[in-house]
């Protein structure tokens, strides 16, 4: 029933008041998996679920598994028919309709939105084209953001719709020779990128990658390489707070997420002003190993 104490309208037109109070779209309430769909399978599908279930019941959202499954796949068919088998897929999953004002509703009902998109385009890579299947042996480079991240150790680790935090840091560079941008908390410590997680490789202590305790997203690839990959290889890694003047000290180094894969980073700009030079990376052997045993684990990814 459409509430009739509460108009709205979207660009000068009026639409029925309820279709405007998601409370996704008021609060970011809800959160997203972003999966890569290749040849008409989600290859790491289970990671993505798992993860969805556990951190809707943080946001004190009900959602039943069998119910998301049975969406993503229609979703799927429908691809299908449209002769569709390679792409991305964002499941998104708000809190759904409520009332005005911050506390959720007595009842909670999960709203479920799907979208299917082409391979994103990677920046320095300008031969490749829009759905084209990505390359992750190409080396990207990154930038500082002067945007800190807060400390918020309940939403730590959480892919919440609410990505404010992204949005700001990702606006600071319109220069496409950085693929992405290094993010740092209040304590300098590094946590991840804007749209990644990181991992180092130093002389001293091998593979290392940041603690999201109090900050960042705790990504889907970032946990197949602790759990699986890496364990595999019988590679140790050790999560740990990472000082930015620590990046000086790894020779190699890559971001990660489950739809590009593994990116080796080939150069960074050591410093927040951005004037100092580029320190340059190597895409060596202890990158190339973990990039091969994940595209021997998922296909999609060679």
Same mark, same amino acid.
């Given at each position: 029933?459409?509430?009739?104490?509460?108009?709205?309208?979207?660009?000068?037109?009026?639409? +029925?008041?309820?279709?405007?109070?998601?409370?996704?779209?008021?609060?970011? =309430?809800?959160?997203?998996?972003?999966?890569?769909? =290749?040849?008409?399978?989600?290859?790491? !599908?289970?990671?993505?679920? *798992?993860?969805?279930?556990?951190? #809707? +019941? %943080?946001?004190?959202?009900?959602?039943?598994?069998?119910?998301?499954?049975?969406?993503?796949?229609?979703?799927?068919?429908?691809?299908?028919?449209?002769?569709?088998?390679?792409?991305?897929?964002?499941?998104?999953? &708000?809190?759904?309709?409520?009332?005005?004002?911050?506390?959720?509703?007595?009842?909670?009902?999960?709203?479920?939105?799907?979208?299917?998109?082409?391979?994103?385009?990677?920046?320095?890579?300008? !031969?490749?084209?829009?759905? #084209?299947?990505?390359?992750?042996?190409?080396?990207? *480079?990154?930038?500082?953001?002067?945007?800190?991240?807060?400390?918020?150790?309940?939403? #730590?680790?959480?892919?919440?719709?609410?990505?404010?935090?992204?949005?700001?840091?990702?606006?600071?560079?319109?220069?496409? @020779?950085? #693929?992405?941008?290094?993010?740092?908390?209040?304590?300098?410590?590094?946590? !991840?990128? %804007?749209?990644?997680?990181?991992?180092?490789?130093?002389?001293?202590?091998?593979?290392?990658?940041?603690?999201?305790?109090?900050?960042?997203? &705790?990504?889907?690839?970032?946990?197949?390489?602790?759990?699986?990959?890496?364990?595999?290889? !019988?590679?140790?890694? %050790?999560?740990?707070?990472?000082?930015?003047?620590?990046?000086?000290?790894?020779?190699?180094?890559? %971001?990660?997420? @489950?739809?590009?894969?593994?990116?080796?980073?080939?150069?960074?700009?050591?410093?927040?002003?951005?004037?100092?030079?580029?320190?340059?990376?190597?895409?060596? @052997?202890?990158?190339?190993?973990?990039?091969? +045993?994940?595209?021997? =684990?998922?296909?999609?990814?060679?």
């Amino acid at each position: 029933m459409v509430n009739k104490n509460i108009i709205g309208s979207i660009d000068g037109s009026f639409v +029925a008041s309820d279709s405007l109070m998601d409370r996704g779209l008021a609060y970011g =309430h809800g959160l997203f998996e972003t999966m890569r769909f =290749h040849k008409g399978q989600l290859p790491l !599908e289970s990671w993505h679920l *798992s993860r969805l279930i556990r951190d #809707a +019941a %943080t946001l004190g959202i009900p959602l039943h598994l069998s119910v998301v499954v049975q969406q993503l796949n229609d979703f799927q068919e429908h691809l299908k028919q449209q002769a569709i088998d390679t792409g991305v897929i964002k499941l998104i999953v &708000s809190a759904g309709l409520g009332g005005r004002g911050y506390k959720s509703p007595a009842t909670v009902t999960a709203r479920i939105i799907c979208l299917y998109a082409e391979l994103p385009e990677l920046q320095q890579e300008p !031969e490749l084209q829009q759905g #084209a299947e990505i390359d992750s042996t190409q080396g990207i *480079s990154l930038r500082h953001c002067d945007y800190r991240l807060p400390s918020n150790p309940i939403l #730590a680790g959480i892919k919440h719709l609410n990505r404010l935090d992204q949005v700001m840091a990702r606006n600071e560079w319109a220069d496409e @020779s950085y #693929a992405d941008g290094l993010m740092f908390d209040q304590n300098n410590f590094l946590i !991840e990128t %804007t749209a990644a997680n990181i991992f180092l490789h130093t002389p001293q202590q091998g593979w290392i990658t940041p603690c999201l305790n109090n900050a960042g997203v &705790s990504g889907v690839m970032r946990g197949v390489l602790l759990e699986e990959i890496f364990p595999q290889l !019988e590679i140790p890694v %050790t999560v740990v707070d990472i000082a930015s003047s620590q990046l000086a000290d790894c020779d190699q180094m890559f %971001t990660c997420n @489950s739809v590009r894969g593994i990116r080796p980073v080939v150069g960074f700009i050591q410093g927040p002003d951005h004037k100092n030079i580029v320190m340059p990376l190597t895409i060596g @052997s202890h990158t190339n190993m973990v990039q091969s +045993a994940l595209a021997d =684990h998922y296909h999609c990814f060679q």
